[in-house]
């Protein structure tokens, strides 16, 4: 075997990383394509393109096999029993208005009374700061060299700029009676100077008709109006009419197809307490604002996973699954450092949730803070009381064995408690697609995606290094051999460094060459993605080669 030196790949960190140089790779390389694109895109919705769907079907199948096929053991070094499932997406509308769906599953919107645009309230900030045009640059505004606020610069911003971007904002429609009032307001404070938010505030409040300080609009400074609830799921019919006795939901999560489902399981598959059933699938939310790419999208993938056990054994199944999943994302390619785990507080926790942990990610638009990934919620006997409650059911877990050993009562007949691990498949997708993505100067591509080789949509190439002299015919017999185990593509267009390059930006950890040399001793050279080094072994190697380091995970 013979090697030649390799380089070491570049240390990169997700800041260092452009959101707008991932969108175009995913695009130019057939990962993601916007949804109906040639009509313009639907905001909200994507398309994953053949890359997309292998990376996508990757990740879904690691966790369906980690999970349901061969779950890890417990704490106490027994095998997990996990069983999967399929449900439909539209369900009877009483499951919506039993698990508190219908009621609760809506975020607070807030309408601009000058635009008519809409913002949720609790990230009405957040949007101001990075998705505004002119918050950004009246900010600018604030610090002048002196370090004062400068009431004239403010003045020339509102009949400039603040025309063009921000048309609605109280300093620019009214710019002397606003400054007047503002300036009254900051001397009226000398010891306690106000902070970035409140001093916008000022600027979006019109002194005459002031009730309190007003929130600006991101979009055009106009004022915005109270919260009201805005509902979440997507509505459809069920049959001919169009009433509301024939509305039906798109669902929400895919946690209420397990729940309502957990008595048939227990029914008829044997399983006992504890135990999971997990399911794979589309959700669907209205989601108000819909952005960072497909981080969160209205129509999007779970891998859920309902952990049913006894209410005293909850708490200790809460951390064993919160440290599982953690490491199970570890263990598909994300960097460790590029991962926390979050605890929610009292007030954060959603309406069926007693504790929630979210495992976050370091998202090159967030940087250097976090997002969520998944989320571990400890859901107590919440959703199969209310199932028990609405559907007149007992769901009720009675345990024989228990009964027979002489346990007392609440130890035998029990509601069960649930854990529940909710993770995105499409949200762990674009970390995978963030993760892998690096830039390298030295290639002619300049970016290479480092994916675990276990979940590259494409696991090798094979290459003919010409498109003649029985190349291409020994690159073919290798290629039809290694098609029949894994995805791999033979590519004979184009000079060797542009098809590596190709390659790169597509992920592929393994490219095999066919030269002459091949074709008077039977070795081909391999290229390894990440340090584009090179080494030759014999062609007869190349199958084992590709899964020790493909399937030996
Ligand atoms: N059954 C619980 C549940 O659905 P969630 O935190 O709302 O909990 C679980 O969702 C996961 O689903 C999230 O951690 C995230 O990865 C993903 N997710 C939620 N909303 C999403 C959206 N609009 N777009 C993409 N992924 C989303």
Redesign the pocket.
Known sequence: MTQTPTQAAPVITPADKSMDDIVALCKRRGFVFPASEIYGGINGFWDYGPLGIELKNNLRDRWWRDMVTCPPDGPDGRPLDIVGLDSAIIQNPKVWEASGHLAGFADPMRKCQKCGHFVREDQLWEILATNSKWFDDLLQQFTPHTGEIDTLRLMEWAKRKGKKYAPNLALVRNPEVTMSWFAQRINGQPDAPPDVQELVRYLATEQLHATGLQEPCPLCGGELGDAQPFKLMFESYAGLTQTEDSKVYLRP?T?QGIFTNYKNVLDTMRVKMPFGIAQVGKSF?N?VT?RNY?????E?E?M?MEWFCHPDEAKQWYEFWVQQRHDWWVSVGVNPANLIRREHDCDELAHYSTACADIEYQYPFTAPGYG????I?HRGDYDLSKHQEHARLKLEYFDQQRKEAGEPEDKFRYMPHVI?P???L??GMLVLLCEAYTPDDSRPSKVFMKFDPSMAPIKAAIFPLVNKDGMPEKAEELYRQLRKRWAVQMDVKQNIGKRYARMDEAGTPYCFTIDSDSLADDTVTVRDRDTAGQQRINISQVEQYLADRIDGV
């Open positions: 999560e946690a939310r989601e819909p497909i981080f969160r999208s209205r999007f779970q859920e969520e990934l998944e989320g919620a529940e909710a993770a995105g499409t949200r």
